[in-house]
Structures are given as structure tokens and as C-alpha cells.
């Protein structure tokens, strides 16, 4: 079955980082674009960062502009989110997220990780 694992969350102090991994399996990895996406507590699921399928194009929030990198690794079947400079707005559930690069676009979301920032 298709299956989006997250993982390297945490909680660290304002200024720190952290490095999210997102391990996927049941589908042809590199034909995907990948997202990450969070949910801070009270408000909208939004859009951090996205890579496409061979990792040639990498968008990213205003808000986070300059201090995260997102990254693939196809061989691996594993998309990356290094988070630096954090802050204590950044705390939220992050999720990974799969979009298929041609028709049909099947997508699929993994459960997500938490990230709490705080001193």
C-alpha cells in the first residue's frame, strides 16, 4: 500500500534546527512532486515548501523564505525539510504531500510530525 512516513520532529528552542524526513513506498517515487505542508493549532493547513519530481524547482512560503531547504533524495524515495532559524510560529504539525507530475495526479498525504519551538 501507498504509505508517506514523517519523522525528525521535535521540540527545539527558538534559533535551533531541525531536519524532517519524509520516507515514501508503494508508488514510483520520481514521478511525484512533493510537498510539505503544516497545521498550527487554530488555523488553515498551508503550503511550506514544494519540489518537483527530479528536484530541478523548489518553491517555498514567504514566511519561511531563507531558512528552510527542502531536498530529495529519488534513490532513496525520501524528500527532505531542513529547518533553520526557528521560531516559535513555526510550531506546528508538518505533513507530506505526493502529486503525481502527469495524468491521472493521484495524491497522498502521510500523517505528519510535530514541531514545537519554544525556550
Known amino acids: 500500500q501507498v504509505q508517506l512516513v514523517e519523522s525528525g520532529g521535535g521540540l527545539v528552542q527558538p534559533g535551533g534546527s531541525l531536519r524532517l524526513s519524509c520516507a515514501a513506498s508503494?508508488?514510483?517515487?520520481?514521478?511525484?512532486?512533493m510537498s510539505w505542508y503544516r497545521q498550527a493549532p487554530g488555523k488553515e493547513r498551508e503550503l511550506v515548501a514544494t519540489?518537483?519530481?527530479?528536484?530541478?524547482?523548489?518553491t517555498y512560503a514567504d514566511s519561511i523564505k531563507g531558512r528552510f531547504t527542502i531536498t530529495r533524495d529519488n534513490a532513496k524515495n525520501t524528500v527532505y525539510l531542513q529547518m533553520n532559524s526557528l521560531k516559535p510560529e513555526d510550531t506546528a504539525v508538518y505533513y507530506c504531500r505526493a502529486v503525481r507530475s502527469y495524468p491521472p495526479e493521484y495524491r497522498y498525504w502521510g500523517q505528519g510530525t510535530q514541531v514545537t519551538v519554544s525556550s
Open positions: 519540489i518537483t519530481s527530479a528536484g530541478g524547482s523548489t
Open positions: 508503494g508508488f514510483t517515487f520520481s514521478s511525484y512532486a
